[in-house]
Each structure stands twice: as C-alpha cells, then as structure tokens.
C-alpha cells in the first residue's frame, strides 16, 4: 500500500474543518514511522487536548501501538483504516462527480424544455381568434 505524503498542510481558505475521520487518517500517516507526541501534534495539526485524546482513542482501538515510553507507530490494522480511507475519499470523489453530471443534466433539460407561462397579451389574442 502506498501510504500519502506524511507532509500534511492545510489552507484555511479554500478548505472546511476536518472531520474525526480526516485527522485519525492524519495521526496514522505521521506515525507511520515511529514518532513522539509531539511530532503528531505539530504535524496533524492539532493541541496537546486534541492529540491526548485521539492518541488515547487509537491505541485503544489498536491503530496506534507504543513503542517504549514515549514513542507512538501505526499497527496493521491501522494501515488497514488507511486504505479503506482512501477508497471511502474515492468513492465520494466519484460520487459528486456523478450528482455534478446529474445536476449540469437537469440545468440542460430545463433550458431544452423552458415553459414559459404565455402573458396577458397573447391570452387576448387567442380569445379573439377562436370567436
């Protein structure tokens, strides 16, 4: 499996808060080689509050295991999360490709179609030519 760049920068401008699921897949691609606390705060972005409980909730979900006192590394179920992530990101790229088509299909439809109600005038003029 191809692990993503342990790299991860966000840009508040152009990108929404990340949901739980966005940051467990952060905290494995950085402790996917071993790594402190510390380096999973600074590089998954997170406080020291956020970092506590996530790295609790992890190791005790066996994605996370300790190495010695302070040192913290991705297990094999936590490679397991990754690549399921990254086929769920996959899936929901393609999703909303598909509503998008869907959508740009249903503008395109009503342009074709375009009902337009026929106004006061024209009403008139066809009551007086039936009579």
Do not use: W
Not at 12 to 38: F, H
Not at 47 to 63: A, C, E, G, P
Not at 89 to 97: Q, T
Request: net charge positive.
């Amino acid at each position: 499996m191809e692990l993503l760049p342990i790299s991860i920068k966000y840009k508040k401008n152009n990108r929404t808060n990340r949901d739980s699921l966005d940051i467990v897949r952060d905290i494995l691609i950085v402790a996917s080689v071993r790594v402190k606390k510390t380096r999973i705060m600074y590089q998954a972005n997170l406080s020291f509050i956020q970092v506590k409980k996530y790295l609790r909730h992890l190791l005790k979900k066996d994605l996370l295991k300790r190495e010695g006192d302070s040192f913290y590394l991705i297990t094999e179920k936590g490679l397991e999360f990754l690549e399921l992530y990254q086929k769920y990101k996959e899936n929901c790229r393609k999703l909303n490709e598909k509503a998008d088509d869907a959508l740009r299909d249903e503008r395109q439809l009503e342009k074709m179609y375009s009902y337009s109600k026929p106004n006061k005038l024209s009403n008139v003029l066809q009551k007086a030519d039936s009579a």
